[in-house]
């Protein structure tokens, strides 16, 4: 009855696991701040920085500086957000399948996105450059707050519930969208189309202020509900039974991934596939313990859409191609992959 | 330091599950619960885990109702075996029996955790299933593993909870005979050696009769018979609530057992439903 | 096992991360501003141009600055050599980085092109850049050459010759109205496919230029370009219906758009009389508006083109 006991070593041990994720990022980001329309010798102006040598053009600096830095870190940022969401949404939801649009961010934040671009309302009260990323992160919480009203019956939600509710709000939005698409002009139609497909041309370091904290500080607080999502893989009764008010929980986790999905798809649109895809791999290198599992999901998730949008500056150079376009292309078909396995294995 | 039923009834909807149930668990008993399906059993069960708010009457620990008691420190005194688990993380069986020490002030993530959660599948007889995926397990293998999983959530006492409680909600339904065997062996000397108030909800009467000290025959969502198990299970009583002939067998060393006829040793020849040719 | 195939690839990765990058991976912490100042005067004669929007890019290749265009945006589809250089994306949705990356002296843009924060990065980093405001008329298109032409650095006598040019083919575009006995009630559509027919309202630049052309607009029940009904057009009763020539194309020619529902029972359906226009030519008020309103003329009042031009 007594013998020794260890840790599974079906998995690899977690510092293993994070520091290597952690240095598939800074790898990533080193190509994202490598990698481009302008060739720029990278190691030589980071010496121009550190004082140790001169003459590097002021032009190539103003693009590595003020616009790959934000944009990597930018990068990173959106990807870790919506990979950790991605990862306690499937915990809540209890499967592997769910994604952080499920609770109606995505659409309520392209309604919101779609009133800017189509009405250009609020253009008076700050500037445009501000007034979509105001209305879109505004519009994915106020979807998020009706889906979870709905959702309630005799105040208790259930996963049911909220599922049907989201898909009701997002169908309802899509109409409002499509409402909107009537009503704006050609212009406004395709500004609002690529704005749906995603991109992280506006990074800067206005948008890192706002969106650093917020999505920071959903993702910590997240991190604090791994626990009860770990319990909640058991079951509802289960996760009540292991004293997790089950209630209370979803309740917290569908407002921080509105907050961190929110603020990231305010800035970017709508990148698809990252929240879904990345967790889901990654449970099956480090298993499904959330304490584990959302930081790795985050690392691998700002990894991916770091090497997704550096491939996105490069293929169509000097053009790019909205990111959104390449996470689908790469997501679609790993999900595919996935869904066709899970089928198997329920078969066999 | 009893969990307790008082004038308990749970409506759900329209229909009433329980009524007037007022029964006590004590300290160091198993009570086993029997009926016909839909009885109630699992709905006693489930009101007892505090899962389920009784409309009216009260349930209680120690006096206390159980509303009013904080979850995580409920759960670090009662454990509850579901009827069924379903999982579709991929789990080891030892991660499984790990999350039952969430509620403890270490998170099953101390080494003394996991020597908790070791000897506790040994105790379920699933020490060797450690490493494996609990999805892949056989039933009677995952039955084995989450009451691996209740054993380690109240392994040991509390400060602020001395008392313990363990709810079963069919534990050999998936089982051997030998398997069940050692097992409602082991949850009873568990209730003996941990005073804990073991409930168990179980199909199989004779398996219940062994291991509890007192039964609770449950019919329509109210106790019809409450007592040592000699004297809840006369076959007069069981025929009335299953709706089948009981004949008693005694055994040499005072046990017994109960088993029905089957329907066509019966006077109910004539039913024919199907086509004959 | 996949999942251990998956993490030695991770690790793989991560240890020759480790190895590749160890000196360089402290990365800047911040974003320094621009040093150069944002002057948006341009250089007086800039060796590389980069356009943003069809009318821009035409204009510099009608005043002989082409070559010194390096870059263009995915509108710009006039001359056929400027389809030929870099593409920084369509000029609403343009990638800072792309333009800057073409070393430009100056970018000459439409005041549509955008988003408003890339334009904002080019000021930042020392490149002037030209807003050209969207032409609506026929005053808006000389304004435009002219200016396009000053930041452009071009001769003022090429700048001249091409505004002589203009000049002339708006007169003939006149002169030839002049003979017009005819003011039919015409109809633009945008057709983009079956099923989906936008059509020309007021304030448009089509409504513009079906005035100028000496005819009624048949749609000017409406307000910018909106889907319309079948029922609506037949109401509208057009004589004649407009097109973009491409839009013709997408709708199956002729055959095609009078099987839209709706086309065939107005008068311009039952006597065939469609024209198909140069949209490039005419729609973005470009250099060549003259000539596409000269064919305009033509094809809206038929009795013209009897005697000589």
Same mark, same amino acid.
């Given at each position: 009855?007594?013998?020794?006991?260890?840790?599974?070593?079906?998995?690899?041990?977690?510092?293993?696991?994070?520091?290597?994720?952690?240095?598939?990022?800074?790898?990533?980001?080193?190509?994202?701040?490598?990698?481009?329309?302008?060739?720029?010798?990278?190691?030589?102006?980071?010496?121009?920085?550190?004082?140790?040598?001169?003459?590097?053009?002021?032009?190539?600096?103003?693009?590595?500086?003020?616009?790959?830095?934000?944009?990597?870190?930018?990068?990173?940022?959106?990807?870790?957000?919506?990979?950790?969401?991605?990862?306690?949404?499937?915990?809540?939801?209890?499967?592997?399948?769910?994604?952080?649009?499920?609770?109606?961010?995505?659409?309520?934040?392209?309604?919101?996105?779609?009133?800017?671009?189509?009405?250009?309302?609020?253009?008076?009260?700050?500037?445009?450059?501000?007034?979509?990323?105001?209305? @879109?992160?505004?519009?994915?919480?106020?979807?998020?707050?009706?889906?979870?009203?709905?959702?309630?019956?005799?105040?208790?939600?259930?996963?049911?519930?909220?599922?049907?509710?989201?898909?009701?709000?997002?169908?309802?939005?899509?109409?409002?969208?499509?409402?909107?698409?009537?009503?704006?002009?050609?212009?406004?139609?395709?500004?609002?189309?690529?704005?749906?497909?995603?991109?992280?041309?506006?990074?800067?370091?206005?948008?890192?202020?706002?969106?650093?904290?917020?999505?920071?500080?959903?993702?910590?607080?997240?991190?604090?509900?791994?626990?009860?999502?770990?319990?909640?893989?058991?079951?509802?009764?289960?996760?009540?039974?292991?004293?997790?008010?089950?209630?209370?929980?979803?309740?917290?986790?569908?407002?921080?991934? @509105?907050?961190?999905?929110?603020?990231?798809?305010?800035?970017?649109?709508?990148?698809?596939?990252?929240?879904?895809?990345?967790?889901?791999?990654?449970?099956?290198?480090?298993?499904?313990?959330?304490?584990?599992?959302?930081?790795?999901?985050?690392?691998?998730?700002?990894?991916?859409?770091?090497?997704?949008?550096?491939?996105?500056?490069?293929?169509?150079?000097?053009?790019?191609?909205?990111?959104?376009?390449?996470?689908?292309?790469?997501?679609?078909?790993?999900?595919?992959?996935?869904?066709?396995?899970?089928?198997?294995?329920?078969?066999? | 330091?009893?969990?307790?039923?008082?004038?308990?009834?749970?409506?759900?909807?329209?229909?009433?599950?329980?009524?007037?149930?007022?029964?006590?668990?004590?300290?160091?008993?198993?009570?086993?619960?029997?009926?016909?399906?839909?009885?109630?059993?699992?709905?006693?069960?489930?009101?007892?885990?505090?899962?389920?708010?009784?409309?009216?009457?009260?349930?209680?620990?120690?006096?206390?109702?159980?509303?009013?008691?904080?979850?995580?420190?409920?759960?670090?005194?009662?454990?509850?075996?579901?009827?069924?688990?379903?999982?579709?993380?991929?789990?080891?069986?030892?991660?499984?029996?790990?999350?039952?020490?969430?509620?403890?002030?270490?998170?099953?993530?101390?080494?003394?955790?996991?020597?908790?959660?070791?000897?506790?599948?040994?105790?379920?007889?699933?020490?060797?299933?450690?490493?494996?995926?609990?999805?892949?397990?056989?039933?009677?293998?995952?039955?084995?593993?989450?009451?691996?999983?209740?054993?380690?959530?109240?392994?040991?006492?509390?400060?602020?909870?001395?008392?313990?409680?363990?709810?079963?909600?069919?534990?050999?339904?998936?089982?051997?005979?030998?398997?069940?065997?050692?097992?409602?062996?082991?949850?009873?000397?568990?209730?003996?050696?941990?005073?804990?108030?073991?409930?168990?909800?179980?199909?199989?009467?004779?398996?219940?009769?062994?291991?509890?000290?007192?039964?609770?025959?449950?019919?329509?969502?109210?106790?019809?018979?409450?007592?040592?198990?000699?004297?809840?299970?006369?076959?007069?009583?069981?025929?009335?609530?299953?709706?089948?002939?009981?004949?008693?067998?005694?055994?040499?060393?005072?046990?017994?057992?109960?088993?029905?006829?089957?329907?066509?040793?019966?006077?109910?020849?004539?039913?024919?439903?199907?086509?004959?040719? | 096992?996949?999942?251990?195939?998956?993490?030695?690839?991770?690790?793989?990765?991560?240890?020759?991360?480790?190895?590749?990058?160890?000196?360089?991976?402290?990365?800047?912490?911040?974003?320094?501003?621009?040093?150069?100042?944002?002057?948006?005067?341009?250089?007086?004669?800039?060796?590389?141009?980069?356009?943003?929007?069809?009318?821009?890019?035409?204009?510099?290749?009608?005043?002989?600055?082409?070559?010194?265009?390096?870059?263009?945006?995915?509108?710009?589809?006039?001359?056929?050599?400027?389809?030929?250089?870099?593409?920084?994306?369509?000029?609403?949705?343009?990638?800072?980085?792309?333009?800057?990356?073409?070393?430009?002296?100056?970018?000459?843009?439409?005041?549509?092109?955008?988003?408003?924060?890339?334009?904002?990065?080019?000021?930042?980093?020392?490149?002037?850049?030209?807003?050209?405001?969207?032409?609506?008329?026929?005053?808006?298109?000389?304004?435009?050459?002219?200016?396009?032409?000053?930041?452009?650095?071009?001769?003022?006598?090429?700048?001249?010759?091409?505004?002589?040019?203009?000049?002339?083919?708006?007169?003939?575009?006149?002169?030839?109205?002049?003979?017009?006995?005819?003011?039919?009630?015409?109809?633009?559509?945008?057709?983009?496919?079956?099923?989906?027919?936008?059509?020309?309202?007021?304030?448009?630049?089509?409504?513009?230029?079906?005035?100028?052309?000496?005819?009624?607009?048949?749609?000017?029940?409406?307000?910018?370009?909106?889907?319309?009904?079948?029922?609506?057009?037949?109401?509208?009763?057009?004589?004649?219906?407009?097109?973009?020539?491409?839009?013709?194309?997408?709708?199956?020619?002729?055959?095609?758009?009078?099987?839209?529902?709706?086309?065939?029972?107005?008068?311009?359906?039952?006597?065939?009389?469609?024209?198909?226009?140069?949209?490039?030519?005419?729609?973005?008020?470009?250099?060549?508006?003259?000539?596409?309103?000269?064919?305009?003329?033509?094809?809206?009042?038929?009795?013209?083109?009897?005697?000589?031009?």
């Amino acid at each position: 009855m007594s013998a020794a006991w260890r840790a599974p070593t079906r998995r690899l041990r977690p510092r293993v696991v994070l520091g290597g994720l952690a240095l598939v990022v800074v790898v990533a980001a080193l190509v994202e701040l490598s990698v481009g329309a302008a060739t720029i010798d990278v190691p030589q102006h980071l010496r121009c920085l550190a004082g140790e040598a001169t003459g590097c053009a002021a032009g190539e600096r103003y693009i590595l500086l003020s616009l790959r830095l934000p944009r990597t870190l930018v990068a990173a940022v959106v990807g870790c957000g919506l990979a950790v969401s991605g990862a306690a949404m499937q915990g809540l939801f209890r499967n592997p399948l769910a994604d952080p649009g499920l609770i109606g961010v995505s659409s309520g934040a392209a309604l919101g996105a779609g009133v800017a671009i189509a009405l250009e309302a609020g253009a008076e009260l700050l500037p445009f450059g501000l007034t979509l990323p105001a209305l @879109a992160f505004a519009g994915g919480l106020a979807a998020t707050c009706l889906v979870h009203r709905l959702a309630q019956v005799r105040g208790q939600t259930s996963v049911t519930s909220l599922l049907l509710a989201g898909i009701a709000v997002s169908a309802l939005a899509g109409a409002v969208i499509g409402l909107l698409g009537y009503i704006a002009d050609d212009q406004q139609l395709r500004d609002l189309s690529m704005w749906l497909l995603g991109g992280l041309g506006g990074a800067s370091g206005d948008v890192l202020l706002v969106l650093v904290p917020t999505v920071a500080i959903a993702c910590a607080l997240l991190w604090r509900r791994a626990r009860a999502l770990d319990a909640l893989m058991l079951g509802e009764a289960e996760a009540f039974h292991l004293g997790v008010d089950v209630e209370r929980l979803r309740r917290r986790v569908v407002a921080e991934v @509105a907050l961190a999905v929110g603020a990231c798809v305010a800035f970017t649109g709508v990148i698809g596939f990252v929240g879904l895809v990345v967790p889901h791999l990654l449970r099956g290198v480090v298993g499904p313990r959330h304490r584990l599992l959302l930081p790795a999901a985050g690392l691998g998730g700002a990894a991916l859409l770091l090497l997704a949008d550096a491939a996105a500056r490069t293929v169509l150079a000097p053009a790019e191609l909205p990111v959104g376009i390449l996470t689908a292309l790469l997501g679609a078909p790993v999900f595919l992959s996935l869904l066709a396995r899970a089928r198997a294995a329920e078969v066999a | 330091m009893t969990l307790r039923a008082d004038r308990l009834r749970v409506r759900v909807g329209a229909a009433t599950l329980l009524d007037a149930i007022t029964l006590a668990a004590r300290p160091g008993e198993v009570l086993a619960l029997i009926g016909p399906s839909g009885a109630g059993k699992t709905t006693l069960l489930r009101a007892w885990s505090g899962e389920l708010r009784p409309t009216a009457g009260a349930v209680t620990l120690a006096g206390v109702p159980l509303a009013a008691i904080d979850p995580r420190a409920l759960a670090r005194a009662r454990a509850v075996l579901p009827q069924q688990a379903s999982l579709r993380f991929p789990l080891t069986a030892l991660e499984v029996v790990l999350l039952g020490r969430l509620p403890h002030p270490s998170r099953g993530e101390s080494a003394a955790d996991l020597a908790i959660a070791g000897e506790a599948l040994a105790l379920a007889e699933a020490d060797h299933l450690a490493e494996r995926l609990a999805s892949t397990l056989s039933g009677g293998e995952q039955q084995r593993v989450q009451l691996a999983r209740a054993f380690a959530q109240i392994w040991e006492p509390t400060p602020a909870q001395a008392q313990r409680v363990l709810l079963l909600d069919e534990p050999t339904a998936s089982l051997d005979p030998g398997h069940a065997a050692r097992i409602l062996g082991r949850v009873r000397r568990f209730a003996r050696a941990t005073r804990a108030a073991v409930v168990v909800a179980i199909h199989d009467l004779n398996a219940g009769a062994r291991c509890a000290d007192r039964l609770a025959l449950l019919d329509g969502g109210r106790v019809v018979a409450h007592g040592r198990p000699a004297a809840v299970l006369t076959p007069a009583r069981l025929g009335r609530c299953f709706g089948a002939a009981f004949d008693l067998f005694t055994a040499a060393d005072g046990g017994f057992a109960v088993h029905p006829r089957l329907l066509a040793d019966e006077t109910d020849e004539t039913y024919e439903p199907w086509k004959t040719p | 096992m996949p999942s251990s195939l998956l993490s030695s690839f991770v690790l793989a990765v991560g240890l020759a991360a480790a190895t590749a990058c160890g000196a360089s991976s402290t990365a800047p912490a911040e974003a320094a501003p621009a040093e150069a100042a944002a002057d948006d005067a341009p250089v007086a004669r800039p060796a590389r141009i980069v356009a943003l929007g069809g009318p821009v890019t035409e204009t510099l290749f009608a005043l002989g600055a082409g070559s010194r265009v390096v870059g263009v945006d995915l509108s710009s589809l006039h001359p056929e050599a400027a389809t030929r250089l870099p593409r920084v994306g369509y000029y609403r949705q343009f990638s800072a980085e792309g333009v800057l990356s073409l070393r430009p002296d100056v970018v000459i843009a439409s005041d549509q092109a955008g988003p408003p924060a890339a334009l904002e990065h080019l000021r930042a980093s020392g490149v002037p850049v030209l807003e050209i405001p969207a032409a609506d008329d026929l005053n808006d298109a000389r304004a435009n050459l002219e200016a396009i032409a000053a930041a452009a650095g071009v001769d003022a006598a090429e700048a001249l010759r091409l505004r002589a040019r203009l000049e002339r083919d708006l007169e003939g575009a006149q002169t030839l109205l002049r003979r017009a006995r005819s003011r039919p009630r015409v109809l633009f559509v945008y057709a983009r496919g079956p099923g989906r027919l936008l059509v020309g309202g007021r304030g448009t630049p089509m409504a513009e230029l079906i005035a100028l052309a000496g005819a009624d607009n048949a749609g000017a029940a409406i307000e910018g370009m909106r889907p319309w009904s079948a029922e609506a057009v037949i109401d509208a009763a057009p004589e004649i219906v407009l097109l973009p020539s491409r839009g013709l194309d997408s709708v199956g020619g002729e055959a095609g758009l009078l099987a839209l529902p709706g086309l065939a029972q107005t008068p311009a359906g039952r006597e065939r009389r469609i024209v198909a226009i140069d949209d490039l030519k005419l729609l973005g008020f470009g250099p060549r508006i003259g000539e596409g309103l000269r064919e305009l003329v033509v094809g809206l009042h038929p009795e013209v083109a009897e005697g000589p031009t």
